[in-house]
C-alpha cells in the first residue's frame, strides 16, 4: 500500500540546521531524526532561518512512518543553544517593531512544533542551555545533559521576557513547592 505524503512543503535545507535519519541498529527500517542546531561559533543562537528549519524538521518528523524519536541537539560541545542571534536582531530586528513581532510569532510557532511533534522529543545538551534555548530545551519530551551542561534564563537580566513559556514550564520540571 502506498502512503500519502503529508509534508507542508518539499524537504529543503536551511543554513545552520541538520536534518538527519540516523537508522536503529536492532531493526535497520526505523531510524531517529536528529535536528541539530548547526551554529557553533554563535554558540547555536537561532536565525529566523533557523527557526523555520527546526518548525518544519519537527512537522517532518512527526509525519515520518519510520521514525521512532527525534534527538534536538546543538553543534559542538560548548553549547546546545543560547536563544536568539544577537546579531540578526541589531542587524535586522532592532528598531523594526512590526518585524520583531512576526519573529516572536514565529518563535512561538516553533515552540509548539516541538510540544505538538508527534514523535518523543529528546533535547541532547552539550554546555549551555541558555535564554531562548532554554525554552525551547523545556518544550522537548526529555533532557539528557552532560555533566557540565549549564542551564539558565538570561532574559530578564536584559530586560527581555521569556516569551516562550519558561515560566510556564519551569514550576512542571522542579515541581510547586
Same mark, same amino acid.
Request: charged share 25%; glycine share 4%.
Given at each position: 500500500m502506498e502512503f500519502k505524503n503529508h509534508d507542508l512543503v518539499p524537504h529543503q535545507?536551511?543554513?545552520?540546521l541538520l536534518y538527519e535519519e540516523k537508522p536503529l541498529a536492532q531493526e535497520p527500517s526505523l531510524h531517529t531524526v536528529w535536528i541539530t542546531l548547526n551554529n557553533p561559533r554563535q554558540l547555536n543562537s537561532y536565525t529566523t532561518d533557523m527557526v523555520k528549519g527546526v518548525i518544519l524538521g519537527m512537522r517532518r518528523a512527526s509525519?515520518? %512512518? +519510520?521514525?521512532?524519536?527525534?534527538?534536538?541537539?546543538g553543534a559542538g560541545d %560548548? +553549547?546546545?543553544?543560547?536563544g536568539g542571534n544577537t546579531a540578526e536582531y541589531a542587524e535586522y530586528y532592532a528598531g523594526r517593531p512590526e518585524e520583531y513581532s512576526a519573529y516572536m510569532r514565529l518563535f512561538n510557532d516553533m515552540v509548539s512544533a516541538i510540544?505538538?511533534?508527534d514523535k518523543p522529543v529528546i533535547c541532547r545538551v552539550n554546555g549551555m542551555r541558555i535564554g531562548g534555548g532554554q525554552e525551547i530545551g523545556m518544550a522537548c519530551d526529555f533532557t539528557v545533559a552532560q555533566d557540565m551542561a549549564l542551564f539558565g534564563q538570561a532574559g530578564p537580566r536584559h530586560g527581555s521576557a521569556p516569551d516562550g513559556g519558561s515560566?510556564?514550564?519551569l514550576p512542571l520540571f522542579v515541581g510547586i513547592e
Open positions: 535545507e536551511f543554513e545552520g509525519q515520518d %512512518r +519510520a521514525c521512532v524519536a527525534v534527538v534536538f541537539t %560548548r +553549547a546546545f543553544c543560547t510540544l505538538m511533534c515560566t510556564d514550564f
